[in-house]
């Protein structure tokens, strides 16, 4: 009874070695030099430049009442620029706030996958989910890398 369980004592032993490892992974990472851009924040500044450019046409395919508002359309269409400019720019705010808008793509296109009713709809998702995960990982690094301070 009076017998602490092992994950209670383990625990500033697990921490230790947890920060460790941390530790190590930072001391790895390299500062940005000047005008250094990730690849993966590259790619992430292509997406949403061709995000913006895509929405334009897509906003007059649409007819009838499932045309988006004007006021939406215009939204998403700055966003996706402002985002561009700021990742292609290397900006910490952009990077995160991509990662956002990734993660809630993930979560809205599983939720899609669970309804979908045809073939198609379950592949677009997957490939759509496949992507921005992937995306997703990758950028994890460069936003490290874009928030180190220089080393003397």
Do not use: H
Not at 2 to 27: F, H, I, L, T
Not at 47 to 72: M, Q, T
């Amino acid at each position: 009874m009076g017998k602490r369980s092992r994950k209670q004592r383990s625990r500033p032993a697990a921490y230790a070695r947890s920060e460790a490892k941390n530790q190590a992974v930072r001391e790895q990472l390299v500062p940005l030099e000047p005008g250094e851009r990730p690849t993966a924040v590259t790619v992430s500044a292509a997406v949403a430049l061709v995000l913006a450019i895509v929405e334009i046409p897509l906003y007059f395919i649409y007819d009838g009442d499932k045309r988006p508002s004007v006021g939406g359309a215009l939204f998403f269409l700055a966003l996706m620029l402002f985002m561009a400019w700021g990742l292609w720019k290397a900006k910490y705010w952009a990077v995160l706030g991509f990662q956002a808008l990734l993660g809630i793509a993930i979560f809205v296109f599983a939720g899609v996958l669970l309804i979908a009713s045809n073939v198609l709809a379950a592949v677009v998702c997957v490939v759509t989910i496949g992507l921005a995960g992937t995306l997703f990982w990758y950028m994890v690094k460069a936003m490290a890398r874009i928030q180190m301070p220089e080393r003397p």
